[in-house]
C-alpha cells in the first residue's frame, strides 16, 4: 500500500525458476524395481520437449515440418517428372499404336456366329462329379436333426 501511495510503480517481473519448467535429466538406473534384462537395445534419444512445449512452440515446429515436407515432395515430384518425362511418353507412343493394330486387325476379322449350347450358355452343369460326391458325403452325415458336419457348421 505504502508503494502505491508513493508513486514506486515498478512491477516485479515474475519469472519462474529453471527447475519447474525444465525436465529433469532422465535417471536410466536408480536402483528402485525388479531386475530384468532391457527390453530395448540402447537409451532412448526420443524429443522430450512436447512435455515443455508452449502452443506457439508447437504451431512453430508444425509450420517447419510442413514446409519441409512439401519442399521435399515438390523437388522428388520435379526430378521424377523431369527423369522420366521422355520415358512416359514413348510408352504412351507405343501402347497407343499396339492398340490402334490391334483395333485394325479386329475390325479386319470377320464375325462369326457361335452356335448355342446349353450347357455354356445357360450353365446348368454348374458341378464336376467330384463335387456332387464331396457334397453328397456331407449330406449323408446329417442323420438326425440335431447332428452337424464335422468340416464346418454351416453348409
Do not use: C
Amino acid at each position: 500500500m505504502k508503494e502505491k501511495l508513493t508513486g514506486d510503480d515498478a512491477p516485479e517481473v515474475l519469472t519462474r525458476e529453471t527447475w519447474m519448467t525444465e525436465l529433469p535429466p532422465e535417471l536410466q538406473h536408480i536402483g528402485l524395481g525388479a531386475r530384468t534384462f532391457k527390453k530395448r537395445s540402447g537409451p532412448e534419444k526420443a524429443d522430450r520437449s512436447i512435455w515443455t512445449d508452449t502452443p506457439a512452440d508447437r504451431e512453430r515446429k508444425a509450420r517447419v515440418f510442413n514446409e519441409n515436407r512439401f519442399t521435399f515432395y515438390f523437388t522428388v515430384y520435379i526430378f521424377l517428372h523431369i527423369k522420366f518425362r521422355t520415358k512416359i511418353s514413348s510408352l504412351m507412343n507405343l501402347h497407343t499404336k499396339k492398340m490402334k493394330e490391334k483395333a485394325k486387325e479386329k475390325a479386319d476379322q470377320p464375325v462369326e456366329r457361335r452356335p448355342f449350347d446349353r450347357d455354356a450358355d445357360l450353365q446348368v452343369n454348374r458341378f464336376d462329379e467330384a463335387q456332387k460326391q464331396r457334397l453328397l458325403k456331407k449330406s449323408q452325415e446329417l442323420n438326425t436333426r440335431f447332428s452337424h458336419s464335422k468340416e464346418r457348421m454351416f453348409l
